[in-house]
């Protein structure tokens, strides 16, 4: 992996491949959440970082913003559909299937106290953005609302990782070097919430055990 990162293409062949498969993936992975979009992104902050362009690492937080916008928009139109029909649909129970009991309650309860200002939140919290979308759903938030909510979101979102990427290129001197620290980074954040999860729900997990025998 590490070879083939090295040998990284001309700069021309970077642009001209780099910002459509950017967009792609990120598209993709606001779409069906299993993607790592957030590496995909630092990644490619890594290489626009090392590139002659000034341009270049504003055209990765475009790009970025807007395929992470447009994934969540058909997301949520798609969800849409389900709560209307009274069969529902695959993607709203693709949805409920990613989020538990006790997570959805939180998001609908911060989304009641907080209204849209939520959306910014889940999106830079790793994990956040399904419950949070799905309390929106569930209470028939208009596609509208949710999309000027979800932009300042996507926005937010992207000039954060690409922070990271930035970071990973300023300190190392070769691209390939900073993509792998900031992929490992990405990677390390999405599994803290995960891991926290794990770690608060054992004591609970052994408490109700004992209560059983």
Do not use: K
Not at 13 to 25: H, I, K, N
Not at 96 to 115: C, K, M
Not at 157 to 174: H, K, M, R, V
């Amino acid at each position: 992996m590490v070879t083939a990162v090295r040998e990284l293409p001309p700069e021309s062949t970077q642009q001209a491949v780099g910002y459509p498969s950017l967009f792609l993936l990120v598209a993709l992975g606001a779409l069906v959440p299993v993607v790592p979009t957030g590496a995909i992104v630092s990644s490619a902050a890594v290489v626009a970082f090392h590139q002659s362009s000034p341009f270049s690492l504003l055209f990765v937080f475009l790009v970025s913003a807007g395929a992470a916008l447009l994934g969540d928009t058909a997301l949520y139109w798609l969800g849409q559909r389900g709560v209307r029909s009274r069969n529902g649909s695959r993607w709203l129970a693709a949805l409920r299937s990613r989020v538990t009991p006790d997570r959805l309650a939180h998001a609908q309860e911060r989304l009641d106290t907080h209204q849209v200002s939520v959306l910014v939140l889940s999106r830079l919290v790793p994990a956040g953005r399904i419950p949070v979308m799905l309390a929106c759903l569930l209470a028939e938030m208009p596609l509208r609302r949710f999309v000027r909510g979800d932009a300042a979101a996507c926005l937010a979102w992207a000039a954060t990782y690409q922070l990271i990427g930035i970071l990973g290129g300023s300190l190392f001197p070769e691209p390939w070097q900073g993509v792998l620290a900031a992929v490992g980074l990405t990677l390390l954040i999405s599994a803290v919430p995960a891991l926290w999860r794990r770690l608060r729900g054992t004591p609970r997990e052994a408490a109700s055990g004992h209560e059983h025998r």
